[in-house]
């Protein structure tokens, strides 16, 4: 942290705040001080709070973070409900699917042996595995693709059915129309993508909380999936982007560059007043001094 460098944007440009950071692991321990800042906070103001996580390699790191100590004690996890962003219309248990990280590395940790090496400090299960972050079941809200899979329907299904649980849940309204989500984790694309809403998307302009999108060509994987509305970017009480990598630079460059246009690049829908940009060297290298 000694090493990040921190762009606060001038008042009044309504820019994002940008991190930037000497490496991944400083990166993600950036983003994960961050959202527990924004989850601790949104239970004090109103009682719970609502987290749209993303899925990709950006989570992974944050997860095994937030599972552990001292992060995982600064949650009130009994108080945090867990929703995603997208997912591509597979399983929980795929491998392609969003939600298997959370499960497999939030939700539980190796032992001693594992990936993580964090257990020699917990009591170890018969199954050499410990308890991560103690998010109760029901507080769990992953799309209903298995659902919608089992019933022979399509991601428009598991779409509609994901709206009407949002609806039931009780999360404030914006203006807008859209969702408040006290914090929404981002990934960029290759191509400027943020959520599963691609360049040139419909769902840029569409009124629904929740849509079915088809399976992106110039992209992979090359797999249908299901999309919260961008519009929850602008609704959400924090916005965290966080960015790996030298592939990663060139498109970073461009959303963050001087040309403004959301639909070529999508992810400059969180480019906005109050959400924060969180890089690693790698992936900043394009951006001007």
Known sequence: MTDAVNRQPAAGSHEPVVEIHPDPEAASRAAAERIVAALAGAVEARGRADWATTGGSTPLPIYRLLAAKPFRDRVPWDRVHVWWGDDRFVPRDHPLSNVLPL????????????????????????????????????AIHPIPMGD????????????????????AAGLPVAPSGFPVFALVLLGVGPDGHVLSVFPDSPLLEASSWVAGV??????????????????????SSQPIVVIHGAAKAEIVAAVLGPERDPRRWPAQLARREGAVWILDRAAAAKLPA
Do not use: C, F
């Not at 190796?110 to 972050?133: C, F, H, I, K």
């Not at 399509?154 to 649980?165: F, V």
């Not at 399976?215 to 999936?225: L, Y």
């Open 103 to 138: 499960d497999q590395v939030l939700l539980t940790m190796s032992g001693p042996a594992g990936m993580s090496g964090w257990g020699a400090d917990e009591a170890l299960t018969e199954s050499g595995v410990v308890r991560g972050a103690p998010l109760p079941p029901g």
């Open 148 to 167: 919608a899979i089992q019933a022979g329907a399509g991601p428009s299904a598991a779409a509609a059915a994901y709206e009407a649980e949002l609806r």
């Open 214 to 235: 088809p399976a992106p060509k110039h992209v992979e994987p090359h797999v249908e999936r299901v999309s919260l509305n961008p519009g929850v970017i602008a609704a």
